[in-house]
């Protein structure tokens, strides 16, 4: 079941082409990575997720029906990459300000508040003023403020912006609980490495158009280059190595990285190998990152990343 099914979706500036006839779905209760370079069309398809633009054409269906910016709203928790908390209230008053905007009670936000601030470790910081936060504090009581009334969907741009390691993993953590509670998550970044960690499906978008979209595990699947690492006891002889199975990508004394040719099979690695009495200690296919992916299909399709 899907949570968002996104048909055909388009968004212009006048001739700016910001979303250009998208489709895709988001499944529930998952982790959803959308990515694309500066100026890909990210934050006009968050806009229009929120209700904030209103697409040309196409439809946005959010549990099975149309998508009505008035009455779903108050089912999405969105935090934009801008911060929005305002510096001169105290944590808890904005806190509570917040919750009772999207519809909390005053004792249901008291309770909400003091979950996550004891989960968080911020009591002590209830009658602070924002601007006495750091910029980590800060991105820990907009997490909560996006998440205190268990969304059904739940947007985040850059959540780990200005965190230590330590409250990346404590946030990180919080992302997975939630999705295993049912609230699917849109995730948004620049950092690869926590798209390959945290997110089960990602659509990558260019230039206002998709360019491919799937689970992380069938992406990296899809554009593998038929890369192998082995690794072995002793160093080894190149003379050993020649074959017609495979040639030679990277090497080590004692490890190779070695791209299988198209008329051979993997087991023919593994036997040329046996066959020379090399004893092999490690092997495995090697696959492509996000990021390496993230680049090549950027690049192919009219970016400039290098």
Excluded at 162 to 182: H, R, T, W, Y
Excluded at 256 to 262: D, G, P, R, S
Excluded at 267 to 295: A, C, K
């Amino acid at each position: 079941m899907n949570l968002i099914e996104i048909n055909n979706l388009k968004k212009y500036y006048a001739t700016h082409k910001a979303v250009d006839d998208i489709s895709f779905s988001i499944p529930k209760g998952s982790i959803f990575g959308l990515l694309g370079p500066n100026g890909a069309g990210k934050s006009t398809l968050l806009r229009m997720l929120t209700g904030i633009y209103y697409p040309d054409a196409g439809q946005i269906l959010f549990d099975g029906k149309s998508f009505d910016p008035l009455k779903d709203v108050g089912l999405i928790g969105y935090m934009p990459e801008e911060r929005g908390l305002y510096k001169k209230m105290k944590v808890g008053e904005q806190v509570m300000y917040l919750a009772q905007l999207k519809g909390l009670s005053n004792s249901d936000a008291k309770n909400k508040i003091n979950y996550w601030f004891k989960r968080f470790e911020i009591e002590n910081w209830a009658n602070k003023k924002i601007e006495e936060l750091s910029k980590g504090m800060q991105q820990k009581v907009q997490f909560i403020s996006t998440v205190m009334h268990d969304p059904k969907l739940l947007i985040l741009d850059e959540p780990f912006s200005g965190l230590d390691p330590i409250n990346s993993l404590l946030i990180q953590d919080e992302i997975f609980k939630l999705a295993e509670n049912g609230t699917t998550i849109i995730f948004s970044t620049h950092r690869m490495e926590q798209v390959e960690e945290i997110c089960d499906h990602i659509v990558l978008v260019n230039l206002g158009k998709k360019v491919l979209d799937g689970s992380v595990a069938q992406i990296k699947q899809d554009f593998k280059k038929h890369l192998f690492r082995v690794d072995f006891a002793e160093p080894i002889n190149f003379a050993q190595v020649a074959t017609h199975h495979f040639t030679i990508e990277k090497s080590q004394p004692k490890s190779l990285v070695v791209k299988l040719n198209e008329d051979s099979q993997t087991n023919d690695i593994l036997r040329h190998f046996i066959n020379q009495n090399v004893t092999i200690t490690y092997f495995e296919e090697v696959l492509p990152t996000i990021n390496e992916v993230f680049i090549e299909q950027v690049n192919k399709t009219g970016g400039i990343l290098a």
